[in-house]
Nanobody, 127 residues
Framework: QVQLVESGGGLVQAGGSLRLSCAASGRTFSSYTMAWFRQAPGKEREFVATMTRSDGGTDYADSVKGRFTISRDNAKNTVYLQMSSLKPEDTAVYYC????????????????????WGQGTQVTVSS
């Protein structure tokens, strides 16, 4: 069983930056493809970014490309989401997720690809 714990959320002004962290338990973190999703009030959870375990390839939602960067430190069992140029529409609860299954790049954008989830961390961007 793997546990994921997010941290780093908070309140920030538009244009500001935050770095989210997701710490994973267990000794096989490097074998997981990791992702970030978010859910805004009244909306469905949506894909934000993913980093595959095999080659560290990354993929981003169009809404965050050029502003967010996903990275990982396998030695620390941690995945990060660096968020810059934040907008009020980025306000949401951010969740990290992990999977060992193999999928196409497009399938890694789907919630169903992941079976480990964190509890979420709130990010609020004020205008």
């Amino acid at each position: 069983q793997v546990q994921l714990v997010e941290s780093g959320g908070g309140l920030v002004q538009a244009g500001g930056s935050l770095r989210l962290s997701c710490a994973a338990s267990g000794r096989t973190f490097s074998s997981y493809t990791m992702a970030w999703f978010r859910q805004a009030p009244g909306k469905e959870r949506e894909f934000v970014a993913t980093m595959t375990r095999s080659d560290g390839g990354t993929d981003y939602a169009d809404s965050v490309k050029g502003r967010f960067t996903i990275s990982r430190d396998n030695a620390k069992n941690t995945v990060y989401l660096q968020m810059s140029s934040l907008k009020p529409e980025d306000t949401a609860v951010y969740y990290c997720a992990g999977t060992t299954r193999y999928y196409t790049q497009s399938d890694y954008q789907k919630q169903g690809a992941y079976y480990y989830w964190g509890q979420g961390t709130q990010v609020t961007v004020s205008s």
